[in-house]
């Protein structure tokens, strides 16, 4: 059975694209800081029937991080599609007069190092497979920064670098790399279906060969 990781799993976004892969026949590893948050979505997504565990780890903190993925892969086999959307503080979205040294170093390491980290713990096993998927889902500063979320607009772009750079270096080796920008809330974007569109999406995203960047609207009808 493959299994999809998703960094940053929360009731909303993470559910749905959970329901989502589940739906597909795949295992969830459900990753973020609140064990009993996830044992509250593992339960829901149970009564789905959706096979989910959840794995507490703070991505600000390597072995955290890397200890989650491994336990996941132990428990249900190798990653073979990581999802990494963690919510950024709001401390990440002050102006950019008050950002200092220390909130920017913490925003890259929130948005930049943690998939680094993330990234060379999967890998290996999707080389070795020749196949697999890792999506990044980011606001909209990735591509344009913003005076009023300096600490994204710093560290959203170093993430889409970094994506990019993966997409060019592993497309002929089966593993695919893309990102999914979401200019905005997803309940202010009045989407038909909701929440339910974007993890259709991010589906599409990993079964359908395409370029690394895709915008869930165009940017200049989002807000962030």
Do not use: C
Request: aromatic letters at 4%; proline letters at 7%; glycine letters at 10%.
């Amino acid at each position: 059975m493959p299994v999809i990781a998703i960094i940053g799993a929360g009731p909303g976004l993470g559910a749905a694209v959970a329901r989502r892969f589940g739906r597909e026949g795949f295992s969830v590893a459900l990753i973020a800081r609140d064990q009993s948050k996830l044992d509250a979505m593992v339960a829901e997504l149970g009564s789905a029937g959706v096979t989910a565990q959840g794995y507490s780890a703070d991505v600000r903190v390597p072995t955290e991080l890397e200890d989650a993925l491994g336990r996941a892969a132990t428990d249900l086999g190798p990653i073979s599609v990581l999802q990494y959307s963690p919510l950024p503080s709001r401390d990440y979205l002050k102006p950019v007069l008050d950002l200092t040294p220390e909130l920017a170093l913490e925003a890259v390491q929130f948005s930049l190092l943690g998939l680094i980290h993330a990234v060379r713990a999967v890998l290996p096993s999707m080389q070795e497979s020749g196949q697999g998927s890792i999506i990044l889902i980011n606001g909209g500063t990735s591509v344009k920064a913003r005076a009023g979320f300096a600490g994204t607009s710093v560290a959203f772009p170093a993430e889409s670098a970094y994506g990019e750079m993966l997409h060019d270096a592993l497309e002929n080796e089966g593993v695919r790399v893309m990102q999914l920008v979401i200019p905005g809330a997803i309940p202010r974007l009045q989407l038909p279906n909701g929440i339910d569109d974007v993890a259709d999406r991010i589906w599409d995203a990993h079964a359908t060969p395409g370029p690394f960047r895709s915008m869930l609207i165009p940017l200049e009808e989002g807000r962030e």
